[in-house]
């Protein structure tokens, strides 16, 4: 049966949360501070946080450095994922994938569909691999990222989880997590 199981060690990631916006700061990023609660909370480690414009450059620089930081696990970025025209997260991060995950969307929607029924179509969320790197992509509202990490990503990222976990993926956890 899936689920957490708490006989298995907790094997925390090291996460960079990326919020993606032209209108944000630090004291108005209500989406990225809500990510960085939630998984210090859940007992992962908080490796770097940033806030870059709605540009394709800018979120590939960002995106690049951090995959080449070997501090860093996985990132999780929030905003830019919509049909507006400054919304290019996907247009400027897809690219870099060597792999893309099909079913990080899905799921994501599925879970969005219960909290804000078909309103979910509104986002592109998605989620890949850049390298070795994961990234989750999520929308800029706190309620989606709320969804995104509490129905998704926790469960998702917690090494204990099984009957497997992403957390088995990540290069330093592979032979702890297998």
Known sequence: MAGID??????PLRIAILTISD??????D??????????????????????VPDDIEAIRTKVRNWV?????????STGGTGFTPRDVTPEAVKPLFRREMDG???VFHQASL????VSTL??????GQVDDTF????????????????????????????????????????????
């Open 6 to 11: 708490k006989s298995l060690a907790f094997h």
């Open 23 to 28: 209108t944000r700061t630090e004291e108005t």
């Open 30 to 51: 209500t989406s990225g501070a809500l990510l960085v609660s939630r998984l210090q909370a859940a007992g992962h480690d908080l490796s770097a946080k940033a806030i």
């Open 68 to 76: 080449d930081d070997e501090g860093i696990d996985l990132i999780i």
């Open 104 to 106: 990080f969307s899905v």
């Open 114 to 117: 219960g909290t804000v029924g």
């Open 122 to 127: 509104q986002s592109r969320a998605f989620a």
């Open 135 to 178: 990234i989750f992509c999520l929308p800029g509202s706190t309620g989606a990222c709320r969804d995104g990490w509490d129905l998704v990503l926790a469960l998702e990222l917690d090494s204990r989880y099984r009957p497997c976990s992403l957390a088995g993926q990540v290069p330093r956890l592979r032979q702890v997590c297998a």
